[in-house]
């Protein structure tokens, strides 16, 4: 902080009792000061115990920055936690967290399973080869990192996939056995098809909306709009494959091509999508979806 303007010593001191002040209203946000932080480490790390360090050379450099003060505190702030924090202690903590409470998500599980029929001809030996290098991992052992090792004992794994072409039965008798608990996930109801369209802060309506609005129009969705969107894209789901919230998109995507590629061109500034508007945009895809049930 800047010395008082007056010579006294408690000139000095309200003055930088009034300029803390200022700062702590956030009135000083704006301004701009310079700063020295530390500058981001761009050496490559080694998986290779001590190699890294050597590499490194220990000390980190730091440069010269012109910042607002916002952002000049909390690189201050951010600095001064690092130092604070001791390195061997954050992955001694964080190696024992992994361990005693680490999930392990692993998803699309069914891509390296084949059916028993496709394996006797096929001889799918890379997928089976697979879920034999999965084994270890789930059954427990000890796996070299980086930053030290980690025993997996105690790690809970999650497996998921869709199995439209195989069963988990399909999968190695030993996985399976290490993964004993089978649960059947249920298929996306028209009312959650609503809420995923409506809920999420970033929907795709939302996000609809605000590329509209880079064009200088506002988009608005009627009420009876979303709900028809995730009708159909229930429906579409129940006569085609079930993709899911994915199908959402066609639908949205369906729903607004016209209007996004005439947005540039628009003399209107507002825009109401309806459910008429749906209706009229989607038939032929409901069309399209009850003939394809008859297309072998």
Not at 57 to 67: F, M, T, V
Not at 158 to 171: C, E, M, N, Q, T
Not at 212 to 237: H, K
Request: net charge negative; proline share 4%.
């Amino acid at each position: 902080l800047p010395p008082g303007a007056g010579g006294g010593g408690g000139g000095q001191q309200s003055t930088q009792e009034s300029w803390l002040e200022s700062l702590r209203n956030g009135e000083l946000d704006q301004k701009e000061v310079t700063v020295e932080v530390p500058t981001p480490d761009q050496t490559p790390e080694l998986n290779i115990p001590g190699a890294a360090m050597t590499m490194m050379g220990g000390g980190k450099s730091s440069e010269k920055r012109r910042l607002p003060v916002r952002d000049a505190l909390a690189a201050l702030e951010d600095a001064e936690l690092e130092k604070l924090m001791d390195s061997a202690d954050l992955t001694r903590e964080a190696i024992s967290s992994v361990e005693e409470n680490g999930i392990v998500f692993m998803d699309e599980i069914d891509k390296i399973c084949s059916s028993r029929d496709m394996r006797s001809t096929s001889a799918d030996a890379s997928a089976e080869g697979v879920q034999r290098d999965l084994l270890p991992l789930i059954e427990g052992s000890t796996i070299n990192t980086k930053y030290g090792n980690v025993q997996t004992d105690h790690i809970l794994f999650i497996a998921s996939g869709a199995f439209h072409h195989v069963k988990p039965s399909d999968l190695l008798a030993e996985l399976q056995g290490r993964l004993p608990i089978r649960v059947e996930l249920k298929g996306l109801t028209e009312g959650d098809m609503y809420r995923i369209l409506t809920e999420p802060i970033t929907n795709l309506l939302a996000q609809q909306v605000e590329l509209m609005q880079a064009e200088g129009i506002e988009l608005e969705f009627e009420e009876g709009a979303v709900r028809e969107m995730a009708r159909v894209a229930t429906e579409a789901n129940r006569l085609l494959e079930n993709i899911g919230a994915r199908r959402l998109h066609t639908i949205v995507e369906r729903v607004m091509e016209d209007i996004s590629f005439e947005a540039p061109d628009m003399e209107e500034t507002r825009v109401v999508v309806t459910k008429e508007l749906v209706e009229e945009r989607v038939s032929s895809l409901l069309v399209k979806s009850d003939l394809s049930k008859y297309i072998l």
